[in-house]
């Protein structure tokens, strides 16, 4: 099965040379009758993150970290495609969710910028507290 390009590109900082990624044929399981057990339409791709020469070291420890549930005990990533009749629609479709989980895998969470509450919200907090303390004060028994 041929039909990897000769590179992939996930973002400016990876490409993944063809090569690298392998693609499966298989026969794909569910009802569709004659069609279904006669055609291997459902596409199978792996990836090996450990052996592959694409990302900086920094990558693929943060790439092992994010996809770990993903990868399996080789350190492969699998993914497959059996949505469509045409084998190679899912073709496309599994490279396209290759690219797609990468890309997410990639992306760093944002920094989050540290903000102070507003008078406003502490008053309310205040408050509600207060209310929260009357109300067991007066379920309290008057000789406490």
Same mark, same amino acid.
């Given at each position: 099965?041929?039909?990897? !390009? =000769?590179?992939? &590109?996930?973002? *400016?900082?990876?490409?993944? !040379?063809?090569?690298? +990624?392998?693609? $499966? *044929?298989?026969?794909?399981?569910? !009802?569709?009758? /004659?069609?279904?057990?006669?055609? %291997? ?6 990836? #090996?993150?450990? =052996? #592959?020469? =694409? ?5 693929? @420890?943060?790439?092992? /970290?994010?996809? %770990? ?8 990533? +699998?993914?497959? @495609? ?5 084998? &190679? ?10 690219? /797609?989980?990468?890309?997410? @895998? ?10 102070? !509450?507003?008078? =406003? ?8 507290? $207060?209310? /929260?303390? @009357? ?7 008057? #000789?406490?």
């Amino acid at each position: 099965m041929s039909r990897v !390009p =000769a590179e992939i &590109h996930v973002a *400016a900082r990876l490409v993944i !040379p063809g090569r690298e +990624v392998r693609l $499966k *044929a298989v026969r794909s399981g569910g !009802p569709g009758g /004659q069609h279904v057990n006669r055609t %291997a339409s459902k596409v199978e791709l792996r990836w #090996s993150l450990a =052996a #592959s020469s =694409a990302p900086s070291d920094v990558d693929r @420890a943060w790439l092992t /970290q994010r996809l %770990a549930s993903r990868l399996t005990s080789e350190g492969e990533l +699998v993914l497959t @495609a059996d949505t469509e009749r045409d084998q &190679h629609r899912n073709v496309d479709e599994v490279l396209e969710r290759f690219v /797609q989980v990468l890309r997410e @895998a990639l992306r760093r969470p944002r920094k989050r910028k540290a903000t102070r !509450p507003t008078r =406003a919200s502490k008053e309310r907090r205040l408050e509600s507290k $207060k209310r /929260q303390s @009357a109300r067991k004060r007066d379920r309290r028994s008057p #000789s406490e």
